[in-house]
Nanobody
Framework: QVHLVESGGGLVQAGGSLRLSCAASGRAISNYVLAWHRQAPGKEREVVAA????????YYADSVKGLFTISRENAKNMVYLQMNSMKPEDTAVYYC????????????WGQGTQVTVST
C-alpha cells in the first residue's frame, strides 16, 4: 500500500507559479503510475498530469500543456507538479494519486491541497 501526502498549495496571483509535492511512503513509487488530479467546486475531478510508465509517456490536460510539468524523484520517493503561468481557472483542490502498474484505476490518493489563483 502507498500512502500519499501533498503539500505546497496556497494562494498565488495569476501568472505566478507554484510547485506541489507529494511524499509517498509504504512502497517505492517506481512500482506505480503517478498522477495529479484536481477538483474545483461544482466540477468533477479531472486528471491534470500523469506519468504513464507503461506507455513510456506523459499525459497533460489540454489546458495545462506547456505550463505544468509532472516529475518524480525516485531516490526521495517524491512526485512533483510544477505549475507556471497560473490562471484563475486553475483554482482547485489538487490530489496526488497512484495506481499499480497493472491497475485499471487510481487506487491511492492523498488528502488534497488547496490551490487558489487570484486575479
Amino acid at each position: 500500500q502507498v500512502h500519499l501526502v501533498e503539500s505546497g498549495g496556497g494562494l498565488v496571483q495569476a501568472g505566478g507559479s507554484l510547485r506541489l509535492s507529494c511524499a509517498a511512503s509504504g512502497r517505492a513509487i517506481s512500482n506505480y503510475v503517478l498522477a495529479w488530479h484536481r477538483q474545483a467546486p461544482g466540477k468533477e475531478r479531472e486528471v491534470v498530469a500523469a506519468l504513464l510508465y507503461g506507455a513510456s509517456s506523459t499525459y497533460y490536460a489540454d489546458s495545462v500543456k506547456g505550463l505544468f510539468t509532472i516529475s518524480r524523484e525516485n531516490a526521495k520517493n517524491m512526485v512533483y507538479l510544477q505549475m507556471n503561468s497560473m490562471k484563475p481557472e486553475d483554482t482547485a483542490v489538487y490530489y496526488c494519486a497512484a495506481k499499480f502498474l497493472g491497475g485499471a484505476s487510481y487506487t491511492y490518493w492523498g488528502q488534497g491541497t488547496q490551490v487558489t489563483v487570484s486575479t
